[in-house]
């Protein structure tokens, strides 16, 4: 073959990607004009849960809306359906094209408001995410915490400057009171967008215990603020979050119980940094479980060997007393932390790494009888199986009996409640314990 007729089949291909990319990008721009709310959840903790709450805060006030999230399983909620839509993805992963085709799927719905978790991580994609293709006329900025960065980082810095760079022109940011809180109004003012400071405290009281499972308030709060700047009545807000489904990776608490085995499944694996961990475990001892030499398994993700770093440095320590397990891959930073003597509150350790869950089964059930399991680390990779071996254990008798709110369980473990402070888990499976059964 001739070189000019190679170079001609190479300009022609680039000319027809070209023409490919303007049509593509002038249809999402008219997609765009349909959807007059448009809000971006960018942060580090909470972003699903989030935008589930501003959908449910939406459809309650009557917009044809359309949610979508990327967390634990991504998924697409739609205001004329009780069914969420799973977004099946190529082994390659998230791609910026997904994004494209939910706008595109959404108008093509009639939907008058989307609201999406920000699906990008790194600070180039996430500005091309809200300012090409999203185009959010409102912006939340949940949180600003240490996570993703060796992407986005290496500082907080660096962290809230991503974030920030994401701020709409001519729009709405919604941020929390935070050390960046300034930082964030500067860019705000500087491109003509109103910045809504979103501060605890705005919640009736004993609301959070209406939800069927574990909220928390600061999520509550960043949705309220959105429910607000858009004009809409608090009493609409306060019914349509009720209202939401909680995501598949929220935080879940299940008795386990046969007649060899009691014990509590906590599923912290979604919280996968050491601050919203702590928050967890707090969260979990106030509720009155029996938080005596849990059993805490952390699994480590081979592509986070940084992560396990940070939860050997900044959170297992922190923890009191506990039996660590360690499953997953490459698990060294919880190995030489624990073998330096880092880890003193550490009664008993195992690496169970690098094993499958079958083998790991029969060295941890005896662990377990009468105490927490308290799940941390990610879900990706062994987790997901882990977690199904133990509901496994479960009869079939005891599985689906979820009280209604997470207040009934709370009471439930109060030592004023009718069963008694004394009660075991299988005193209390059938009517006391509140579960969060997020995949339903």
């Given at each position: 073959?001739?070189?000019?007729?190679?170079?001609?089949?190479?300009?022609?291909?680039?000319?027809?990607?070209?023409?490919?990319?303007?049509?593509?990008?002038?249809?999402?721009?008219?997609?765009?004009?349909?959807?007059?709310?448009?809000?971006?959840?960018?942060?580090?903790?909470?972003?699903?849960?989030?935008?589930?709450?501003?959908?449910?805060?939406?459809?309650?006030?009557?917009?044809?809306?359309?949610?979508?999230?990327?967390?634990?399983?991504?998924?697409?909620?739609?205001?004329?359906?009780?069914?969420?839509?799973?977004?099946?993805?190529?082994?390659?992963?998230?791609s910026i094209g997904e994004q494209i085709r939910v706008v595109n799927k959404a108008a093509k719905a009639g939907a008058d408001a989307l609201v999406c978790e920000c699906m990008a991580v790194?600070?180039?994609?996430?500005?091309?995410?809200?300012?090409?293709?999203?185009?959010?006329?409102?912006?939340?900025?949940?949180?600003?915490?240490?996570?993703?960065?060796?992407?986005?980082?290496?500082?907080?810095?660096?962290?809230?400057?991503?974030?920030?760079?994401?701020?709409?022109?001519?729009?709405?940011?919604?941020?929390?009171?935070?050390?960046?809180?300034?930082?964030?109004?500067?860019?705000?003012?500087?491109?003509?967008?109103?910045?809504?400071?979103?501060?605890?405290?705005?919640?009736?009281?004993?609301?959070?215990?209406?939800?069927?499972?574990?909220?928390?308030?600061?999520?509550?709060?960043?949705?309220?603020?959105?429910?607000?700047?858009?004009?809409?009545?608090?009493?609409?807000?306060?019914?349509?979050?009720?209202?939401?489904?909680?995501?598949?990776?929220?935080?879940?608490?299940?008795?386990?119980?046969?007649?060899?085995?009691?014990?509590?499944?906590?599923?912290?694996?979604?919280?996968?940094?050491?601050?919203?961990?702590?928050?967890?475990?707090?969260?979990?001892?106030?509720?009155?479980?029996?938080?005596?030499?849990?059993?805490?398994?952390?699994?480590?993700?081979?592509?986070?060997?940084?992560?396990?770093?940070?939860?050997?440095?900044?959170?297992?320590?922190?923890?009191?007393?506990?039996?660590?397990?360690?499953?997953?891959?490459?698990?060294?930073?919880?190995?030489?932390?624990?073998?330096?003597?880092?880890?003193?509150?550490?009664?008993?350790?195992?690496?169970?790494?690098?094993?499958?869950?079958?083998?790991?089964?029969?060295?941890?059930?005896?662990?377990?009888?009468?105490?927490?399991?308290?799940?941390?680390?990610?879900?990706?990779?062994?987790?997901?199986?882990?977690?199904?071996?133990?509901?496994?254990?479960?009869?079939?008798?005891?599985?689906?009996?979820?009280?209604?709110?997470?207040?009934?369980?709370?009471?439930?473990?109060?030592?004023?409640?009718?069963?008694?402070?004394?009660?075991?888990?299988?005193?209390?499976?059938?009517?006391?314990?509140?579960?969060?059964?997020?995949?339903?």
């Amino acid at each position: 073959m001739q070189s000019w007729v190679f170079y001609l089949i190479i300009a022609i291909g680039c000319g027809a990607a070209a023409v490919l990319l303007i049509l593509e990008k002038r249809r999402n721009e008219r997609n765009l004009k349909q959807l007059k709310i448009r809000v971006n959840v960018n942060g580090i903790r909470g972003k699903s849960t989030i935008t589930r709450l501003i959908t449910a805060i939406l459809k309650e006030a009557g917009y044809k809306v359309v949610g979508k999230t990327t967390g634990t399983a991504a998924r697409m909620m739609r205001w004329d359906s009780e069914e969420e839509e799973e977004i099946k993805r190529k082994p390659r992963g998230v791609s910026i094209g997904e994004q494209i085709r939910v706008v595109n799927k959404a108008a093509k719905a009639g939907a008058d408001a989307l609201v999406c978790e920000c699906m990008a991580v790194r600070p180039d994609y996430q500005k091309v995410f809200q300012h090409d293709i999203l185009k959010g006329n409102i912006v939340v900025i949940v949180n600003v915490l240490e996570d993703h960065l060796d992407e986005m980082g290496p500082t907080l810095d660096q962290l809230a400057w991503a974030f920030g760079d994401t701020i709409p022109y001519h729009g709405v940011a919604v941020v929390p009171d935070c050390p960046y809180t300034d930082f964030f109004r500067a860019i705000a003012r500087d491109r003509r967008s109103k910045l809504i400071v979103a501060e605890p405290g705005i919640l009736p009281d004993g609301y959070l215990d209406q939800f069927s499972y574990k909220i928390f308030e600061n999520n509550c709060v960043m949705a309220l603020s959105v429910s607000r700047a858009l004009g809409i009545d608090d009493e609409i807000a306060f019914r349509g979050m009720l209202k939401a489904n909680p995501d598949p990776g929220a935080l879940r608490i299940e008795p386990i119980q046969n007649k060899n085995l009691e014990t509590w499944l906590v599923n912290a694996f979604a919280a996968n940094e050491p601050a919203s961990t702590l928050e967890i475990w707090d969260c979990i001892a106030d509720t009155g479980l029996p938080m005596t030499d849990p059993v805490v398994v952390m699994n480590c993700r081979p592509d986070r060997v940084d992560r396990s770093g940070q939860f050997a440095r900044d959170c297992l320590p922190q923890m009191g007393p506990i039996h660590l397990v360690v499953i997953g891959e490459k698990a060294e930073p919880i190995e030489h932390a624990y073998r330096r003597g880092k880890l003193p509150n550490v009664t008993t350790y195992h690496n169970l790494s690098e094993r499958s869950v079958r083998s790991i089964l029969p060295e941890l059930l005896p662990m377990l009888d009468g105490h927490v399991l308290f799940c941390i680390g990610n879900i990706h990779g062994i987790g997901e199986e882990f977690l199904e071996s133990i509901r496994a254990l479960n009869p079939r008798s005891l599985l689906g009996n979820t009280p209604a709110t997470w207040g009934d369980f709370t009471r439930s473990l109060s030592p004023s409640a009718e069963a008694g402070s004394a009660a075991s888990p299988a005193d209390k499976t059938e009517k006391d314990f509140a579960l969060e059964d997020a995949s339903k």
